[in-house]
């Protein structure tokens, strides 16, 4: 690959990677707030949330090939 190709898919990787931990920070947030609501299952929504926050950051701290 060349070095522009290299540059896009780090760009690519980091963008997507905020977005996950955007949308991880959202599901945590709104699990928490409406526990009521969940019934007996707020801890597995707040696991996913965690989960999905832990693979935006893999995202961004990822390093494409050389």
């Not at 070095?3 to 980091?14: P, R």
């Not at 009521?36 to 090939?65: E, H, K, M, N, Y």
Request: glycine content about 14%; hydrophobic content about 60%.
């Amino acid at each position: 690959m060349s070095e522009g190709d290299t540059f896009w898919i780090s760009l690519g990787e980091k963008f997507f990677g905020l977005l996950v931990v955007i949308i991880g920070g959202m599901l945590l947030y709104y699990t928490m707030t409406s526990t009521v609501q969940l019934g007996p299952f707020p801890g597995l929504f707040a696991f996913l949330g965690v989960f999905v926050i832990a693979v935006g950051v893999i995202l961004l701290l990822a390093r494409a090939p050389e």
